[in-house]
């Protein structure tokens, strides 16, 4: 039996997508006997977090190789509530006195639907790019939070930023790895400083993840010398259950079909499945040498075109990142001032 066992602690916003759920199965694959991993599931929900935990367990189970002990713990956070944002500071701040991974897995949108006409038109014309950059998934314009901010810019940047933020001395002292999951879609022209939180744009998706480059860009030098070492990671592209409800059963395994012809044509980012999705911010959290591996660039999950993974680095323009992280501390500052005193603390057995 081990005796000196290493606690680790590792925060999973998002555990409840299909990405987050394999980025907890391969973390959790990744443990030697010499660590003890308490995973704390995010949801919104409860009986979603006791549905997670529960996959989870299975997975250990079913695990063929020494693997160290795995704890579950659980967190209840809406992002695009300020005041539930703070709450899951409070616990995370009694419970834990160090931290040792937080991925920032948030993948809100507000999506009303497909232009199919347009989606026709994308794929006879360029069937790669139509599935790895689509301009016809249609999305709501001006859709602000209960908190009088953008939505999706909230529940994608600011709230977990905020959250990030008070939580820096149980990242600093769990020396931790903070992954922000990003994606191939953040792209500089989704980027405006006159529309920071995203009201004005019909993009607001991929505007969120440019913000996450950016934000990235701006702080991981002064979270360095803190000891924390963080990453920006994009998971290419796969099967997500956020836009099932736009498909049938002809157009979802049309668009595995297109997937998988894209991949064969040469895609190296249409990994499909949501475990080698998972590959790129595993990596950064557990394997990825900070004296080695630049942080200034995006971490990708790729593919070859018979199925084999790796990681795929490319290059972060900066251009925007001071002004992005101006305007978030000074907004953060400004939450500071209105959550004052203000707690939302509801525990319940899992």
């Known amino acids: 039996m081990t005796t000196n066992v290493r606690k680790e602690v590792a925060v999973i916003t998002g555990t409840n997508s299909n990405l987050g759920l394999n980025i907890a199965y391969r973390l959790i694959e990744s443990l030697d006997s010499s660590k003890r991993l308490t995973i704390v599931v995010t949801s919104r929900t409860l009986p979603r977090v006791r549905e997670v935990i529960g996959l989870l367990k299975k997975h250990v189970i079913k695990l063929n190789k020494p693997l160290g002990t795995v704890d579950y713990d659980y967190l209840l956070v809406d992002f695009t509530n300020m005041v539930s944002v703070l709450g899951a500071w409070y ?5 834990y006195k160090a931290i040792n991974y937080f991925f920032v897995n948030a993948a809100q949108g507000v999506y009303d639907g497909i232009d199919w006409v347009g989606a026709v038109k994308e794929v006879c014309t360029n069937p790669i790019d139509a599935v790895t ?11 602000k939070s209960k908190d009088d901010m953008g939505l999706v810019f909230q529940a994608n940047v600011f709230g977990p930023f905020y959250l990030l933020r008070k939580l820096l001395s149980q990242l600093e002292a769990g020396k931790a790895r903070v992954v922000w999951v990003s994606s191939i879609m953040a792209e500089p022209k989704y980027f405006s400083p006159k529309d920071m939180q995203l009201l004005e744009s019909n993009s607001s998706y991929e505007g969120s993840k440019r913000l996450v480059d ?9 979270l360095k010398k803190r000891g924390i070492h ?3 990671v994009q998971p290419g592209i796969f099967t997500s259950h956020s836009f099932y409800k736009y498909l049938n059963i002809f157009t979802y395994y049309g668009m595995l079909l297109l997937f998988y012809l894209a991949r064969l044509l040469g895609s190296k980012w249409h990994n499909i499945d949501g475990y080698k999705a998972a590959n790129a911010p595993v990596y950064v959290a557990t394997l990825a040498n900070p004296r080695f591996d630049t942080q200034n660039v995006k971490f990708g999950s790729a593919t070859s075109f018979d199925g084999m993974e790796f990681i795929e680095k490319t290059p972060l323009d900066p251009t925007g990142s001071s002004d ?6 000074k907004k953060c500052e400004e939450w500071d ?3 004052k005193d203000q707690i939302s603390n509801t525990r319940v057995p899992i």
Request: proline share 3%; aromatic share 14%; no cysteine.
């Open 324 to 329: 992005v992280h101006h305007y978030i501390e």
């Open 230 to 232: 963080q990453y920006v």
């Open 91 to 95: 616990e995370l701040n009694k419970n």
């Open 337 to 339: 001032v209105k959550l």
């Open 214 to 222: 950016l934000l990235h860009v701006a702080t991981y030098q002064e």
């Open 133 to 143: 950059f689509p301009s016809y998934k249609i999305q709501r314009v001006g859709v």
